[in-house]
């Protein structure tokens, strides 16, 4: 990985999500709303604002299911194609011991994608007529809270220092108090 195209993978990400945002802006800008709507979510999501609208929604929902299957599957391909290859070289692997610890690493991150790849195709790609707000809100929380959350308990969990500094915690606080 060099420099180059380190810099280059993040500004690719900057500007494709931001592309994004702003077709989505724009978007929903076009729309008409009542006057006094609430919003009942913990943020302006798509959804919920293709769900206030009063005007028609058909063409923006179209371009938004349109572009939105390019920028969520196109990660989710790459994603799942990087995990086959991990497959193949775990596979080689002739240690058992190897394996199961290499398994034991990408199971834990495998959850962490399926879960979130899952509750955004849950939320973004279903029809308008099978919205829930409550459904949407929990899914939401899972990809937006949730799986950003668990990357750190992951990698950090994997380091032998953490677990020990962790373990000493719980058998600091399992320990009677002495008055």
């Known amino acids: 990985m060099t420099p180059w195209r380190s810099a280059a993978l993040v500004g690719a990400s900057w500007a494709v999500a931001h592309l994004h945002s702003l077709l ?55 994603v799942s194609l990087s995990y086959v290859r991990i497959l193949v070289a775990v596979l080689g692997v002739r240690s058992a011991e190897g394996r199961r610890r290499a398994f034991s690493t990408c199971g834990a991150h495998l959850v962490v994608v399926s879960l979130f790849f899952s509750s955004v195709l849950s939320v973004y790609f279903r029809p308008s007529s099978a919205y829930s707000a409550h459904y949407d809100r929990l899914a939401s929380v899972v990809y937006a809270v949730v799986t950003p959350t668990l990357n750190p308990f992951i990698y950090s969990l994997r380091n032998k220092e953490v677990k020990d500094a962790l373990k000493r915690g719980f058998r600091w606080r399992a320990a009677p108090q002495e008055v």
Do not use: K, N, W
């Not at 008409?32 to 769900?51: E, G, I, K």
């Open 24 to 78: 989505h802006t724009l978007l929903m800008s076009q729309l008409s709303y009542p006057r006094s709507a609430p919003v009942r979510h913990f943020f302006c999501d798509m959804t919920v604002m293709l769900s206030l609208a009063t005007s028609d929604t058909s063409a923006v929902e179209t371009a938004v299911f349109s572009e939105g299957l390019a920028v969520v599957l196109t990660p989710l391909l790459l």
